[in-house]
Nanobody
Framework: QVQLVESGGGLVQAGGSLRLSCAAS????????MGWFRQAPGKEREFVSGISWSGGSTYYADSVKGRFTISRDNAKNTVYLQMNSLKPEDTAVYYCAEAVNMARLKAGRDYWGQGTQVTVSS
């Protein structure tokens, strides 16, 4: 049973920063692709960022490139999303995701966390 637990969301002013964490358990975390999606009110869930099992490859949506950084610590079974220069349009529920490979991750397959709310005020 895979379990993904997000933390670190909250309310921040535009231009501020937050770091999201996702603690994983239940399978071989170090062999999985990990990532983050988000869903704003009235919108579909969208891919934000992904990282390969080794951490050697990272992927970002165009809307967050240069502002967000994904990383992982396989010893702690944790993936992070550092979010800088936040904008009101970044407001959404952020979901951690895990998949056996990056293609499945980007397609929204396999495993999801419960989500954490990020609200950016203007």
């Amino acid at each position: 049973q895979v379990q993904l637990v997000e933390s670190g969301g909250g309310l921040v002013q535009a231009g501020g920063s937050l770091r999201l964490s996702c603690a994983a358990s239940g399978r071989s975390f170090s062999s999985s692709a990990m990532g983050w999606f988000r869903q704003a009110p009235g919108k579909e869930r969208e891919f934000v960022s992904g990282i390969s099992w080794s951490g050697g490859s990272t992927y970002y949506a165009d809307s967050v490139k240069g502002r967000f950084t994904i990383s992982r610590d396989n010893a702690k079974n944790t993936v992070y999303l550092q979010m800088n220069s936040l904008k009101p349009e970044d407001t959404a529920v952020y979901y951690c995701a895990e998949a056996v490979n990056m293609a499945r991750l980007k397609a929204g397959r396999d495993y999801w966390g419960q989500g954490t709310q990020v609200t950016v005020s203007s």
